[in-house]
């Protein structure tokens, strides 16, 4: 147990390079050493500023290292503008999300849906950019079903 443990960290989003999928403020349970596959979001070190950890989608294996995009195309801060990142500079695979609570929370009623939203398994997305579709999870299903109401 305790190898896992060392293999577990946090990081925080601050710029909003994943809209609409992290928000700034969000926190992520993240996996060093973890297989980096098509689809996943994953923690790098900047190429050009390697004391700067940033959080992408690593999009497809190329020469040279894997080719990396936020989800906000607003931003540019990614492979179109450094290219394709070496292996050496993905940090880790990002496993959860943990979104704070955003204003006061007094009442069970307004925390409820919070709390089934706030903590979201990322898992890597099937059939690519063009058409994305999570993999469903118990979390996500719940969630939807509940906002629906």
Same mark, same amino acid.
């Given at each position: 147990? /305790? =190898?896992?443990?060392?293999?577990?960290?946090?990081a925080? +989003?601050y710029?909003?390079s994943?809209?609409?999928l992290?928000?700034?403020g969000?926190r992520l349970? %993240?996996k060093?050493?973890s297989?980096?596959?098509? =689809?996943? +979001?994953? %923690?790098?070190?900047?190429p050009?500023?390697?004391d700067?950890?940033? %959080?992408? @989608?690593?999009?497809e *294996?190329r &020469? !040279? !290292?894997?080719w990396v995009?936020g989800?906000?195309?607003?931003?540019?801060?990614? &492979? *179109?503008?450094?290219?394709?990142?070496?292996d050496?500079l993905m940090?880790?695979?990002v496993w %959860? @999300?943990?979104?704070?609570p *955003?204003g #006061?929370?007094?009442r069970?009623?307004p925390?409820l849906?919070?709390?089934? /939203?706030?903590? @979201?398994?990322?898992?890597?997305?099937?059939g690519?950019? /063009? !058409?994305?579709?999570?993999v #469903? /999870?118990l979390l &996500?299903?719940?969630?939807?079903?509940?906002r629906?109401?």
């Open positions: 147990m /305790s =190898g896992l443990l060392k293999r577990i960290g946090l925080e +989003v710029n909003p994943m809209l609409p992290l928000r700034p969000d349970v %993240v060093y050493g297989r980096v596959r098509p =689809g996943a +979001v994953v %923690v790098l070190r900047h050009l500023q390697h700067l950890l940033i %959080v992408k @989608r690593a999009v *294996r &020469s !040279g !290292g894997w995009v989800d906000n195309p607003q931003v540019r801060n990614d &492979s *179109r503008e450094f290219g394709a990142v070496p050496d940090v880790a695979r %959860v @999300r943990l979104r704070p *955003r #006061p929370r007094r069970l009623r925390v849906p919070w709390v089934l /939203s706030a903590v @979201r398994p990322l898992p890597a997305l099937r690519g950019r /063009s !058409g994305p579709a999570y #469903p /999870s &996500s299903w719940l969630a939807r079903r509940l629906a109401r």
